[in-house]
């Protein structure tokens, strides 16, 4: 991977790539909170939020976690993205996590504004009120304490999830396959 990095971005993130690294193997024999704390707290400080059409060109890109360390920032979807995956190799169970496609609320709860955002959620238990993880805001809160996001559907590498409907298969989302294959072919999937 750091091979990768260096022939498509050369010597600049490579700092920010082996504090990657670190974080990941640190968050490793830590309880699944201190390891969300430690990987939303490591991306949230060392990604700058860009838009899709300025980062990549085109409107809607989801990079792959060393893409975002490359190009040192990346949208909601790229932090989310990045989060998942580093959370999964520090050992989270996959079951406990899901990228979440939210309406966020521009202005707060109250306002008839919306958004589309993408955050990463952990549930503890498949019943537990998930905690929400977000680049707009560093605090992981429980999702009641985020009424300005309305979910839409979550997504893990089982499935897709929608409110009171049957889990869908995830290949569905092109998106999502064409991250994982360049995930594969950049040597990276947890």
């Known amino acids: 991977m750091e091979q990768t990095l260096k022939t498509r971005f050369g010597q600049k993130p490579l700092q920010v790539f082996q504090a990657w690294r670190q974080t990941v193997a640190g968050a490793r024999g830590l309880s699944d909170s201190a390891r969300m704390e430690a990987i939303n707290n490591f991306f949230n400080r060392n990604m700058a939020f860009v838009d ?3 980062l990549w060109g085109e409107v809607d890109y989801w990079a792959t976690p060393l893409e975002s360390i490359g190009k040192g920032g990346g949208d909601c979807e790229d932090f989310a993205i990045a989060k998942y995956f580093s959370l999964l190799e520090a050992g989270v169970d996959n079951a406990k996590l899901r990228l979440t496609y939210v309406k ?23 019943q537990a009120e998930p905690l929400v993880l977000d680049n707009l805001i560093g605090e992981i809160r429980p999702a ?14 089982d499935g897709v999830y929608v409110p009171g409907a049957t889990t869908a298969s995830v ?13 594969q072919q950049q040597g990276y999937y947890p």
């Open 104 to 126: 966020a609320r521009i202005g707060g709860p109250e306002s008839s504004v919306t958004q589309a955002h993408m955050v990463l959620t952990y549930y503890a238990t498949p």
């Open 144 to 157: 009641s304490r985020r009424p300005d996001l309305i979910p839409v559907f979550s997504f893990n590498r």
């Open 171 to 183: 290949d569905r989302l092109s998106r999502w396959k064409n991250l994982l294959q360049r995930m």
């Open 52 to 54: 899709d059409q300025i």
